[in-house]
């Protein structure tokens, strides 16, 4: 999966002087000792490499910046208007609730209505097939269905929206944890990860809606908290304008990312932990109530719509995307516990092996499947194979069953005798949630040993091919069925090698832990996950096996490799900053991995000055020094360059030059002109330095830089550890720090990637911290 990056005037470059020069090793735990070189920016690095960082992600400003005017707003505006932004947040979160359920609601009766259509007209091919020789016929139907759906799907992925790859949880989480990802919660996004999700599922591809919603969910948010769109540049109502900033939109998104996983699964408890456990990097106890919330009333409209759509109005029991269906019997026996967890184990294994093949076949796409057309091409190979081998298996396996006890919808007799179905038609048959329902829920015989053995092995090389393709599709459904396959493999093995003393033993329940053992052991997630299955299964008796099948699966896995998730965004070069710093390394010190000298200006400044820097430079924060501050070495023998005053960003810059706020007068500022509504106008989509056209007398003009300023940004001085400077700048969500002396003179810059270059590895029960290489070339 490769995220889709854009280079522009505000590339956030700020790239330290400094790179690893030998290893050390403290106890058990390898690490890095560090000199200063001149190596600057690795442009040479290969594509696909886990040990670079590229240099051409931003990141957003979580940073409250409290200047004069912000101030002045807010002691002006009063209780009464505190009062109804309270009330706006949380009619946010009920539209986004809404609305999230309603896209899901488009997708889930689309893909019925065309799958149904699809799965018709194959059965109405094969039905009229009698003899061999004529299989060629609803082969080429298939096919043809197959390939269609994809095409389009890959054609909008490929050539309209690249962002709209995949499932989108991975850019999801990024964004959340502090990056700008390039046009992730825009509305053409929300239009082509649809209409992909639909393609992609009816076209037969091992993918899923569910995966999608969180992305699509995000999305929503983004739109409705700001009031307008920056797609569709007209359309701008004018409202909800106090919620255009970095941090109150972060919110948002982790409500419509929590809304999605409910309207996915019919868990809005599990859409929260969701939203916690992978998303959010920042917190709070107001923040939680608003995003369950939204969670339930997104869980809530979709049930409500959708079971009317099924023909039983007002019956809630249609939860979710996703619907396991209901588990007559979910008990369990203490000394089924060991078999649980040996799945779990089997599912961490099997998790690792599937990351690493993805791993290996995404690295052969980054460097040899570049070209768009080429990209295409290799989704509708993909969707052929899907069909043929299908096909094949039906074709060669004779397992048939009698009618009556069928689970799909188009039960195919193929060459079974009158009266019976074909059961591995069954599975293939229909959309992929339908099939896993069908492991859960089909009578003890309804199965051959064989059969689920060839489905569980091809469908999971399947999805293994599939997920990084140019098409929207998840990775829950996929891992969910081929785990419930070899879920239900194992139960039935049991039942027949012990079929007196495991009296207990429901093959089906065997499917669901099977099917969170190999969902764990891919994506590594453990408490949201027991929750979105508890809930989607409606047993909460059921979560103390789960669990315990969940971190199994979890502990197994690192054991060997990263997340899914973890592995596409390493691989895409984003600077993704850990929970915790990387430990072990106090002897690594601010002035170690700053940048230096910083970039400053003065408190009052020319416009043709600022104008030089920004066009010459592309740091996206400067410091405001004092105007008689002079560039002296000081006692440490570090340059400084001069004292603190405050911090501007470049986006404030270019709002101020494009308003031509120059030799601003008292009157101006009654006038009430000069306000914060200029900076909220301009966001997200700030111009470039180049867009802004001056004169030459304008030039020449000055610009205070200090009612503009955040008077108070946060330092550290340059002694200061690495892992205190990361858990700054973790915690508070800043995307720059500045470093200071002992005489409160800047001397260098601490960002995002300086901290993101030092990651943690870990790799069979060894632990260690790595310097990354910045690469322009990503």
Same mark, same amino acid.
């Given at each position: 999966?490769?995220?889709?990056?854009?280079?522009?005037?505000?590339?956030?470059?700020?790239?330290?002087?400094?790179?690893?020069?030998?290893?050390?090793?403290?106890?058990?735990?390898?690490?890095?000792?560090?000199?200063?070189?001149?190596?600057?920016?690795?442009?040479?690095?290969?594509?696909?490499?886990?040990?670079?960082?590229?240099?051409?992600?931003?990141?957003?400003?979580?940073?409250?910046?409290?200047?004069?005017?912000?101030?002045?707003?807010?002691?002006?505006?009063?209780?009464?208007?505190?009062?109804?932004?309270?009330?706006?947040?949380?009619?946010?979160?009920?539209?986004?609730?809404?609305?999230?359920?309603?896209?899901?609601?488009?997708?889930?009766?689309?893909?019925?209505?065309?799958?149904?259509?699809?799965?018709?007209?194959?059965?109405?091919?094969?039905?009229?097939?009698?003899?061999?020789?004529?299989?060629?016929?609803?082969?080429?139907?298939?096919?043809?269905?197959?390939?269609?759906?994809?095409?389009?799907?890959?054609?909008?992925?490929?050539?309209?929206?690249?962002?709209?790859?995949?499932?989108?949880?991975?850019?999801?989480?990024?964004?959340?944890?502090?990056?700008?990802?390039?046009?992730?919660?825009?509305?053409?996004?929300?239009?082509?990860?649809?209409?992909?999700?639909?393609?992609?599922?009816?076209?037969?591809?091992?993918?899923?809606?569910?995966?999608?919603?969180?992305?699509?969910?995000?999305?929503?948010?983004?739109?409705?908290?700001?009031?307008?769109?920056?797609?569709?540049?007209?359309?701008?109502?004018?409202?909800?304008?106090?919620?255009?900033?970095?941090?109150?939109?972060?919110?948002?998104?982790?409500?419509?990312?929590?809304?999605?996983?409910?309207?996915?699964?019919?868990?809005?408890?599990?859409?929260?932990?969701?939203?916690?456990?992978?998303?959010?990097?920042?917190?709070?106890?107001?923040?939680?109530?608003?995003?369950?919330?939204?969670?339930?009333?997104?869980?809530?409209?979709?049930?409500?719509?959708?079971?009317?759509?099924?023909?039983?109005?007002?019956?809630?029991?249609?939860?979710?995307?996703?619907?396991?269906?209901?588990?007559?019997?979910?008990?369990?026996?203490?000394?089924?516990?060991?078999?649980?967890?040996?799945?779990?184990?089997?599912?961490?294994?099997?998790?690792?092996?599937?990351?690493?093949?993805?791993?290996?076949?995404?690295?052969?796409?980054?460097?040899?499947?570049?070209?768009?057309?080429?990209?295409?091409?290799?989704?509708?190979?993909?969707?052929?194979?899907?069909?043929?081998?299908?096909?094949?298996?039906?074709?060669?396996?004779?397992?048939?069953?009698?009618?009556?006890?069928?689970?799909?919808?188009?039960?195919?007799?193929?060459?079974?005798?009158?009266?019976?179905?074909?059961?591995?038609? =069954? +599975?293939?048959?229909?959309?992929? @949630? $339908? &099939?896993?329902?069908?492991? !859960?829920?089909? %009578?003890?015989? /309804?199965?051959?040993?064989?059969?689920?053995?060839?489905?569980?092995?091809?469908?999971?090389?399947?999805?293994?091919?599939?997920?990084?393709?140019?098409?929207?599709?998840?990775?829950?459904?996929?891992?969910?069925?081929?785990?419930?396959?070899?879920?239900?493999?194992?139960?039935?093995?049991?039942?027949?090698?012990?079929?007196?003393?495991?009296?207990?033993?429901?093959?089906?329940?065997?499917?669901?832990?099977?099917?969170?053992?190999?969902?764990?052991?891919?994506?590594?997630?453990?408490? =949201? +996950?027991?929750?979105?299955?508890? @809930? $989607? &299964?409606?047993?909460?008796? !059921?979560?103390? %096996?789960?669990? /315990?099948?969940?971190?199994?699966?979890?502990?197994?896995?690192?054991?060997?490799?990263?997340?899914?998730?973890?592995?596409?965004?390493?691989?895409?070069?984003?600077?993704?900053?850990?929970?915790?710093?990387?430990?072990?390394?106090?002897?690594?010190?601010?002035?170690?991995?700053?940048?230096?000298?910083?970039?400053?200006?003065?408190?009052?400044?020319?416009?043709?000055?600022?104008?030089?820097?920004?066009?010459?430079?592309?740091?996206?924060?400067?410091?405001?020094?004092?105007?008689?501050?002079?560039?002296?070495?000081?006692?440490?023998?570090?340059?400084?360059?001069?004292?603190?005053?405050?911090?501007?960003?470049?986006?404030?810059?270019?709002?101020?030059?494009?308003?031509?706020?120059?030799?601003?007068?008292?009157?101006?500022?009654?006038?009430?002109?000069?306000?914060?509504?200029?900076?909220?106008?301009?966001?997200?989509?700030?111009?470039?330095?180049?867009?802004?056209?001056?004169?030459?007398?304008?030039?020449?003009?000055?610009?205070?830089?200090?009612?503009?300023?955040?008077?108070?940004?946060?330092?550290?001085?340059?002694?200061?550890?690495?892992?205190?400077?990361?858990?700054?700048?973790?915690?508070?969500?800043?995307?720059?720090?500045?470093?200071?002396?002992?005489?409160?003179?800047?001397?260098?810059?601490?960002?995002?990637?300086?901290?993101?270059?030092?990651?943690?590895?870990?790799?069979?029960?060894?632990?260690?911290?790595?310097?990354?290489?910045?690469?322009?070339?990503?």
């Amino acid at each position: 999966m490769n995220f889709e990056t854009e280079t522009n005037d505000d590339t956030e470059a700020l790239l330290p002087n400094r790179r690893r020069n030998h290893s050390t090793t403290i106890g058990n735990v390898d690490t890095v000792s560090y000199v200063k070189q001149n190596d600057g920016v690795d442009g040479a690095v290969p594509l696909g490499s886990l040990n670079t960082l590229s240099s051409h992600f931003e990141s957003l400003d979580y940073d409250i910046c409290e200047n004069t005017l912000l101030l002045k707003e807010a002691m002006g505006r009063g209780y009464p208007f505190i009062t109804r932004k309270s009330i706006a947040r949380w009619f946010i979160f009920l539209a986004i609730g809404v609305c999230t359920a309603f896209v899901g609601i488009f997708i889930d009766i689309s893909i019925e209505e065309l799958s149904d259509i699809k799965y018709a007209t194959i059965k109405k091919f094969l039905d009229a097939c009698s003899t061999k020789e004529c299989m060629y016929k609803p082969y080429y139907v298939w096919l043809g269905f197959n390939v269609f759906s994809v095409l389009v799907g890959s054609l909008l992925v490929t050539y309209v929206e690249p962002i709209a790859l995949g499932s989108g949880i991975p850019q999801v989480k990024c964004y959340l944890n502090g990056i700008k990802m390039p046009r992730i919660v825009r509305i053409k996004t929300l239009a082509v990860k649809t209409i992909g999700v639909i393609s992609t599922v009816v076209g037969g591809l091992c993918g899923g809606k569910e995966g999608p919603m969180i992305h699509s969910g995000a999305v929503v948010a983004a739109g409705i908290s700001q009031g307008k769109s920056t797609t569709f540049s007209f359309l701008d109502l004018s409202i909800f304008t106090y919620f255009r900033e970095d941090h109150e939109k972060r919110d948002f998104v982790s409500g419509g990312a929590a809304a999605g996983v409910a309207a996915a699964f019919g868990a809005p408890v599990g859409g929260v932990l969701f939203s916690l456990e992978e998303g959010a990097s920042f917190w709070n106890q107001s923040l939680t109530w608003r995003i369950f919330f939204a969670s339930i009333v997104s869980t809530f409209t979709l049930n409500i719509v959708l079971s009317a759509y099924h023909g039983h109005p007002g019956d809630l029991a249609y939860a979710g995307l996703l619907n396991f269906g209901e588990f007559a019997k979910l008990s369990y026996e203490i000394f089924e516990l060991p078999f649980f967890v040996l799945m779990g184990a089997f599912g961490g294994l099997t998790g690792a092996l599937f990351n690493h093949i993805n791993y290996k076949i995404t690295v052969f796409r980054m460097r040899y499947i570049r070209l768009r057309w080429m990209k295409v091409v290799e989704a509708l190979t993909v969707a052929a194979v899907s069909c043929t081998i299908g096909l094949l298996l039906m074709f060669n396996i004779n397992d048939c069953k009698p009618l009556g006890t069928d689970p799909t919808k188009v039960p195919v007799q193929l060459y079974c005798p009158d009266g019976e179905y074909n059961t591995i038609a =069954s +599975l293939w048959l229909q959309v992929p @949630e $339908a &099939t896993v329902r069908s492991l !859960f829920h089909d %009578p003890i015989g /309804a199965h051959e040993l064989g059969s689920l053995v060839y489905f569980a092995t091809i469908y999971y090389l399947l999805s293994i091919w599939t997920y990084g393709l140019s098409v929207s599709a998840g990775l829950f459904i996929p891992c969910l069925l081929t785990g419930a396959a070899w879920g239900r493999l194992v139960g039935l093995s049991i039942k027949t090698f012990f079929p007196d003393a495991l009296w207990c033993v429901d093959p089906g329940k065997y499917a669901l832990v099977g099917a969170a053992a190999q969902l764990g052991g891919v994506v590594r997630m453990t408490i =949201s +996950l027991t929750v979105i299955m508890i @809930e $989607a &299964t409606g047993n909460i008796s !059921f979560g103390l %096996p789960l669990m /315990a099948t969940l971190i199994t699966a979890k502990w197994v896995g690192d054991f060997f490799n990263e997340g899914i998730y973890d592995i596409h965004i390493h691989l895409s070069g984003v600077p993704l900053l850990a929970w915790e710093p990387p430990p072990l390394i106090y002897q690594v010190q601010a002035c170690a991995i700053m940048s230096h000298p910083a970039v400053v200006f003065r408190t009052v400044e020319s416009v043709r000055h600022i104008v030089n820097v920004l066009n010459r430079e592309t740091y996206n924060g400067f410091p405001i020094v004092d105007s008689q501050s002079k560039a002296n070495p000081s006692a440490d023998g570090v340059k400084s360059s001069g004292r603190l005053r405050g911090m501007i960003l470049r986006s404030q810059l270019i709002v101020l030059l494009q308003n031509k706020l120059f030799n601003v007068t008292m009157e101006d500022w009654e006038s009430g002109k000069i306000d914060m509504k200029m900076f909220r106008k301009a966001y997200p989509r700030y111009p470039t330095i180049g867009e802004i056209n001056l004169t030459e007398e304008e030039l020449r003009c000055v610009l205070d830089l200090r009612p503009f300023m955040n008077p108070s940004p946060y330092t550290v001085q340059l002694t200061s550890s690495l892992p205190r400077v990361f858990r700054l700048f973790r915690a508070l969500g800043l995307r720059h720090l500045v470093v200071v002396n002992n005489f409160n003179e800047v001397v260098g810059m601490v960002t995002r990637k300086d901290l993101a270059r030092y990651r943690v590895w870990k790799h069979f029960g060894r632990t260690g911290v790595e310097e990354l290489k910045i690469s322009e070339k990503m």
